[in-house]
């Protein structure tokens, strides 16, 4: 459901399904990149970019996490 609200654009509600994914699998690279996208989206840099640095730590590399801080920045 947090997917489909996000493709939708409906960002405020797919935040709860998203937390809930991210709650159950912390490690879990899909949801947290797409939580990480969807505060940005709600304008909470904050905790986006915290999210951004988890992905980051599993994935030193990735070019989305990267992107994100760099609009945040």
């Known amino acids: 459901m947090g997917l489909i609200y996000y493709n939708q654009g409906i960002y405020d509600k797919a935040d709860p399904y998203l937390e809930k994914v991210v709650n159950l699998y ?37 070019k989305s996490a990267l992107e994100g801080l760099k609009l945040i920045k």
């Open 26 to 62: 912390p490690f879990d690279y899909d949801g947290l990149i797409l939580l990480a996208w969807n505060k940005l989206n709600l304008q909470k840099t904050r905790e986006a970019s915290v999210l951004f640095q988890k992905v980051l730590m599993n994935n030193p590399d990735d």
